[in-house]
Every structure is written in structure tokens, then in C-alpha cells.
């Protein structure tokens, strides 16, 4: 816990935000002392969001929601007492709360400038179950992504749920000061369900429990989930411009990952329109005379 308290402390000199120390030293000792008491290893400590409005994650493997808490901590105990649950939170926080997802839960805060009187309200986000929708319909279009490379995927997907998250929480907090933030929320909260079950990821993760490092997926995927998928790809570049406009505390997608998101995606909307299909080594090939000439 003294790691993560120092970490935290050094990371708000960094940003020049040394008016938000207190509260981000007392909220991550209560967070990561809950975290080792109460949740499931691994547990990460990250500093996210922007400059102007850094937020302290602490990140672990269970997903059962944190007790909200209740008034009734003693304001006079508040600087001196760690161990006494997300009420002190609440007190160094303008906002708060905690995101759940399939494999584990993060549970954030925005540090105030100072700890307050009364404890700021907290939300718990994450885990929207989409409609159940299994049925085949008649104008579905089969779609088969050749030699996908499984590590790609996982990062593809890893990057995904980072950036769903972070522009979630961003609009959660300061929806007024990034109101593209709320804007490429909404437009993740569409397409989760499609996504999810869509996409061929119960074959990845059978190839995956086999120990392969590549995969043919075949699925069957409706006009609007591939419709859905070409919003994706602008979304994602729309992301990338908005991490380098706004400053977030998370990276903008490399090339690399450009190019197999590019690839995995854009064979759903090609295939859709009727082209064959392009294995990953082929395109790969392809991008790299293109980028050679």
C-alpha cells in the first residue's frame, strides 16, 4: 500500500497537480486496503483521464460491486484513519465509483482539491447486458476471417475495453467539459451487444484454451451488427484523434494495432459487400509493399 500511496503522489507532481496529493494519497490507501482485504489478485494501481481531471483507478479480479457507503464517518478522523471503507472516498472525490467487468472491476475516483464535508455520491457502471438475441434471420451473411493472429486479438480487445471504459467514465465525470466524450460513449453503449456476440469470440477462446496462436472464424452476422462494425472503425479513428486532442492519460493506438484492427474489422463490412476473403498474412503483406513504394 505504501507503494501505491508514493506512486500516486509522484504521478500528481508529474501532471504539476500537487494541490490534489492529499486526497489521491487518501483515496488510493482506502482503495487498494480494500482491494487486498476484500477482492481478488491481480490488483493494479493507474492514474488515468486528463491533466485537468486525473482519476486514480484501482483495479482487481472480482467482480462483486463495492458497499456504497453511508454517512457517518467523523470529518475530525477523516485525515488520520485508513482502513474505514469508501467513505473517505467519497470525502476526497468529486466523483467516484466503480466499473464491473467480465473479468474483474475497476473502482476510480476524481481527487478534490481538498477533502470535503459530506461524501459525493458514487455509480457503478459496466456489465450492461445486451437483448438476447440468438435467432437466425434469413438475410444473414456468413463471414469467415482467415489466420487471425490470437495475440493481436487479445490486445485488439484489451484496447477495446480500455478505451470503452475510459471515455465512459470521462463523460461520467466531466460531461460538460468533454462533451465529445459523452458523444463516443453512447455510440459504445450501441454496439456492445452486437459486439459481443457477433464477432466470433467463443471460437477465439476455444483456440485460445487449446494453446493456438492463430484462428478461422466463421460466423453469421446480421446487415445491422456489420453496419454497426463500420461504425466501429471511425470510431476508433475518432478515438485515436481524441486521446492526442484532449491529452488523456492513455495512448492513442499504435500502427500496428491500426492495421490488424483495420484488417479484422474491415473483413466483416467487406465480406458483407460481397468480396472474398483476405487472410491476416496476406494483408500484412500487402500494408508493407504499400508503406514500402
Known sequence: MQNARRWVVDACADMGRDELTECAELGV?????????????????RVRGTREHPRVEVRDGSTEPPVLPTEGIDGDDLLLTFGRGLGIVARCATA???????????????????????????????????????V?????????????????YQQFQRHY?????????????????????????????????????????????LALSAGDEVADIEVR????????????????????????????????RTPEQQQFQ????????RQAAGEQPVAWHDAA???????VS
Open 161 to 205: 475495453r480500455e478505451l470503452r471504459r475510459e471515455v465512459r467514465l470521462l463523460a461520467l465525470a466531466h460531461e460538460a467539459d468533454y462533451p465529445l466524450a459523452k458523444n463516443l460513449s453512447d455510440l459504445f453503449g450501441t454496439l456492445e451487444h452486437d459486439l459481443r456476440e457477433g464477432m466470433g469470440s467463443d471460437q477465439i477462446e
Open 262 to 269: 483495420g484488417w479484422f474489422l474491415g473483413e466483416f463490412v
Open 96 to 134: 467516484w465509483g466503480a466499473d464491473i467487468d467480465d473479468d474483474g472491476k475497476v473502482v476510480w475516483f476524481t481527487p478534490a482539491p481538498e477533502p470535503g464535508e459530506t461524501m459525493v455520491d458514487g455509480v457503478i457502471t459496466g456489465r450492461m447486458e445486451g437483448p438476447d438475441d440468438d
Open 221 to 252: 452476422v446480421h446487415p445491422g451488427t456489420v453496419e454497426q462494425i463500420a461504425r466501429l472503425i471511425e470510431l476508433l479513428d475518432l478515438a485515436d484523434a481524441f486521446c492526442r486532442a484532449e491529452r488523456l492519460l492513455s495512448l492513442a
Open 136 to 152: 437466425a434471420h434469413p438475410d444473414d451473411v456468413t463471414v469467415a476471417i482467415a489466420d487471425v493472429p490470437l495475440r493481436d
Open 29 to 45: 490507501s482506502e482503495l487498494v486496503t480494500n482491494a487486498l482485504l476484500h477482492a481478488e489478485a491481480p490488483i493494479q494501481v
Open 285 to 291: 503483406v500487402t500494408s508493407r509493399r504499400s508503406s
